[in-house]
């Protein structure tokens, strides 16, 4: 029977929650990296069995975990063979560094701050991992201040696709209440040379037509935060998802506002409809349904938790603007928690399973398309991301 | 023998438990315990000082013979007593935070 494997960063560590293929009975294994902060953890589509995992910490800095047997054991790449006499150690899978090139990082010195002035950029962390459809040792990073790394030795070392800051917005980006990050990376399933990224709070880009160097995509969009409301950067997008099957459509949960694309971020609408609020983080397609999505309402920028204490997802099942709240198996009452950009996912059974994490440390899961939830588990460190694999 | 006291998650990503002991040669400076302790475990590297500039992460201290050493020059010879052994090069992360 086929299995189902839940893949879950914390604030103080990671778990893999596994289950049979009716996602009933499930077995918690971790902590994984006990105490440090794990921002995303993910598997390979093209080995299931590869994982890798940013690990990160205000003390220690950035830390890359990959695992070869679906998250048994652990190993830093490059970090873990010792060096020949005379040999430099390796130990470069968590050197992040921005390029510098007079062809390409000269002009990318510095963004916007919070006090308007610019800042230079300084690496962080990374925020998301999103490993290649087709090759298990390529895989990029989304990471804060932003930028989009990659490696295509299974994260033994990073290369920084200075294109993207490169194109020459980059002065105007800005980082966003939690810092700015690189959170978003949809890789086109039909088109191997297009990709979509988004940044908080830059808003979301893709590489232009025909190689040339990456171009803003957020024509529509409206941020009553910027003193030019439909600038063409600026903007504090959240999340973005599509799928597979149609990647020209995007879904757009942004600061405010849920939004929709139908040619490849060329053009946005709002599709927020008559959701209770249209402030959130979390936006996902169901695995069969491309017009289905999903979106966890919170309620506002400055009250990071669900409106009147009711923990709902909303499902949209006509691509926006018009939402069904699910509520059977959540709590409606006195729930407080948010749910971050990166803790709601999919599975792909013939019955599409919805998942997504708090930061009271719940999992839920829904067999059922979001019909009915239960949760995985209650009691986790806050929860930073989730993703789910389905296995044969 | 250069004996290295590492913060409880620097042993577990290395893999060591207790503390660390470090063939460094002379002469024994900050500089050069960081270079041997890296090149012993390499996913070290990073978590200490900066991949690049090699500047001390702003919130780790190095102690040693009750001294706090952490703003001073990192080519400056440690104390006898940490290049004979006798006491530990301490690596301590900030209280701060949590």
Request: net charge negative; aromatic share 10%.
């Amino acid at each position: 029977m086929s299995k189902v494997r839940v893949l879950v960063g914390t604030k103080k560590g990671a778990f893999i929650l596994t289950a049979d293929g009716k996602r009933q009975n499930w077995e918690v294994s971790g902590p994984f990296f006990a105490g440090w902060e794990i921002y995303h953890v993910i598997g390979s589509p093209a080995d299931p069995n590869r994982l890798y995992a940013s690990q990160t910490s205000g003390w220690f800095g950035q830390i890359i975990q990959r695992s070869d047997d679906g998250g048994k054991t652990w190993e830093t790449p490059g970090g873990e063979k010792l060096p020949k006499p005379g040999e430099f150690p390796a130990g470069a899978s968590n050197k992040f560094v921005y390029d510098t090139s007079p062809e390409t990082g000269k002009p990318l010195t510095t963004h916007q701050w919070y006090d308007d002035t610019q800042h230079p950029w300084e690496f962080k962390r990374v925020w998301h991992l999103e490993p290649s459809l087709t090759d298990p040792d390529t895989v990029y990073a989304g990471v804060e201040d932003a930028a989009i790394f990659r490696s295509t030795d299974g994260a033994s070392s990073w290369h920084e696709l200075a294109g993207l800051r490169g194109h020459g917005t980059g002065p105007q980006w800005q980082p966003g209440a939690g810092g700015m990050g690189l959170h978003t990376i949809l890789l086109d399933a039909k088109n191997p040379n297009r990709m979509y990224i988004a940044i908080s709070a830059a808003g979301a880009f893709r590489p232009a037509d025909g190689g040339k160097p990456w171009k803003p995509i957020n024509k529509g969009l409206r941020s009553p935060y910027l003193p030019d409301q439909d600038a063409e950067v600026g903007h504090c997008v959240h999340r973005i998802a599509l799928h597979r099957s149609r990647p020209d459509v995007l879904f757009m949960q942004k600061h405010w506002d849920v939004m929709r694309s139908d040619n490849a971020g060329d053009q946005w609408r709002e599709v927020s409809g008559n959701l209770p609020t249209d402030f959130g983080f979390v936006i996902d397609v169901h695995a069969h349904d491309p017009e289905t999505i999903y979106v966890v309402p919170i309620k506002s920028d400055g009250e990071h938790y669900p409106p009147e204490g009711k923990l709902r997802v909303y499902r949209s099942r006509t691509g926006g603007n018009e939402w069904e709240p699910l509520s059977k198996g959540l709590p409606q009452q006195d729930c407080y928690v948010d749910v971050l950009r990166d803790a709601m996912c999919v599975d792909s059974f013939d019955s599409c399973g919805v998942y997504f994490g708090t930061t009271g440390g719940q999992v839920y899961a829904s067999a059922d398309g979001g019909d009915s939830w239960a949760p995985i588990v209650r009691d986790l460190p806050a929860v930073l991301s989730v993703e789910v694999q389905t296995l044969p | 023998m250069i004996l290295v006291v590492l913060p409880a998650h620097l042993r577990t990503l290395a893999r060591v438990e207790g503390d660390v002991l470090l063939e460094v040669a002379a002469p024994v400076t900050v500089r050069s315990v960081l270079d041997a302790l890296e090149a012993r475990y390499p996913m070290l590297r990073g978590t200490i000082r900066d991949h690049v500039t090699l500047e001390r992460r702003p919130f780790l201290r190095f102690f040693a013979c009750e001294q706090d050493l952490s703003l001073d020059p990192t080519d400056v010879p440690l104390p006898d007593a940490i290049a004979s052994g006798k006491e530990p090069f301490f690596i301590i992360g900030a209280i701060a935070g949590g």
